[in-house]
C-alpha cells in the first residue's frame, strides 16, 4: 500500500487516465474529488462489499423457491380456496 500525504488541493494520479484530488480536510474526515474515464467504476468499498453480500445471500444454501415456501407456511397456491 503506497502512503501519501496532500493537502487541500493536491491531487494524486493513478496510471494515465485517473485523478484524486484532495477537495477538503475536516476533523477526522477527508472529501476527495475523482476524475476518471466513464468506464471506470468508481464506488466506496463499503458499497461493493454490501452488494457482495447480498449477492451471496441470495445464491446461498437453503434458499427456497416462492410455492416451496407458500408451501412451508401451509398457504394455498390456488387462490380460489381463499375465504372471502
Given at each position: 500500500m503506497l502512503v501519501i500525504r496532500r493537502r487541500a488541493g493536491e491531487s494524486v494520479l493513478v496510471?494515465?487516465?485517473?485523478e484524486l484530488e484532495v477537495l477538503e480536510v475536516g476533523?477526522?474526515?477527508?472529501?476527495l474529488g475523482i476524475r476518471a474515464p466513464r468506464d471506470v467504476v468508481?464506488?466506496?468499498k463499503e458499497v461493493r462489499i454490501?452488494?457482495?453480500?447480498n449477492?451471496?445471500?441470495s445464491r446461498g444454501?437453503?434458499?427456497e423457491s416462492l410455492p416451496e415456501?407458500?408451501?412451508a407456511l401451509g398457504c394455498?397456491?390456488?387462490s380460489r380456496n381463499r375465504p372471502a
Open positions: 496510471g494515465e487516465a485517473i476533523q477526522g474526515q477527508v472529501k468508481v464506488l466506496r454490501a452488494a457482495e453480500e449477492e451471496a445471500a444454501a437453503g434458499a415456501i407458500l408451501e394455498e397456491r390456488n
